[in-house]
């Protein structure tokens, strides 16, 4: 079943080479989504892509958040009628490339597979206290809010068979941080899609910076209850 895995990036220059290395031999092309990183992390993507069969490379000319970075991944991806699977993944090592096999695995259980940090044997490196609290709380108030049967909400390790994506309208999700991750997995649910959690243990990254802004968490604040309206009003 072929996998693609998008990887979103925004100057992880120190990151990437070592990315694409890592999922070298987990038999998944590598979709490199880059908003023209001010870094070179583009250009280095290019040469990783020249360099290696399983690294492509999708240009964007500015920053629009990962929401709609991830968009163009999956229409890209999706063009092939062979892909079957489509894996959302940070550049930043946060996420384990060696736990893509295990979301993929899943995947046989579930229309969508979340790598889940807030179930049992899930578990945050080292995060401190603020970022564990935003995270953990914009979990829990999404899914109460939701009344959505699911742990980690917000978390952006993720596997979506390709039926999940042509049915959800993608085109109508303009959420551009963690209200992204929310909004994909609430419409999922919505459209009667199975969900799958599977335990991560999340690191911190160790080289870059984070994108996350107060922007990012405001957003994921008002989208949530904006969601829910939508959704009482059947128009979700
Ligand atoms: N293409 C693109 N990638 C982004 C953007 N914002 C963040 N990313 C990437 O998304 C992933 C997660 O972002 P990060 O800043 O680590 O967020 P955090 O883990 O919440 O701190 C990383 O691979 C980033 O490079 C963006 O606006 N565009
Ligand atoms: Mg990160």
Not at 18 to 46: E, F, W
Not at 95 to 113: C, N, S, T, Y
Not at 117 to 145: C, F, K, M, Q, T
């Amino acid at each position: 079943m072929k996998a693609v895995v998008c990887l979103p990036t925004y100057n992880e220059r120190e990151n990437l080479e070592r990315m694409v290395d890592a999922l070298a031999d987990k038999g998944v092309t590598v979709l490199v989504v880059d908003d023209n990183s001010p870094d070179g992390t583009g250009r280095l993507a290019d040469r990783l892509a020249a360099e290696h069969d399983h690294v492509e490379v999708l240009h964007r000319p500015r920053k629009e958040g990962l929401g709609p970075a991830y968009l163009a991944g999956f229409a890209r991806a999706l063009a092939d009628p062979e892909v079957e699977l489509v894996l959302e993944m940070d550049a930043d090592f946060s996420h384990d490339p060696a736990d893509v096999p295990r979301l993929i695995a899943a995947a046989a259980d579930g229309d969508l597979v979340l790598g889940s940090r807030y179930v049992e044997g899930g578990s945050i490196g080292s995060w401190g206290a603020l970022r564990r609290i935003v995270s953990a709380g914009g979990s829990l108030y999404a899914r109460v809010l939701l009344g959505a049967p699911v742990h980690d909400l917000t978390g952006g390790f993720k596997c979506f068979h390709r039926r999940v994506l042509e049915t959800v309208d993608l085109d109508a999700i303009d959420s551009r941080g963690y209200a992204f991750q929310i909004e994909t997995t609430y419409r999922a649910i919505r459209a009667g899609f199975s969900v799958v959690e599977v335990p991560i243990t999340f690191a911190d990254r160790e080289v870059g910076g984070s994108k996350m802004s107060n922007a990012i968490v405001l957003e994921a604040i008002w989208k949530v209850p904006a969601l829910r309206l939508k959704a009482l009003a059947g128009r979700l």
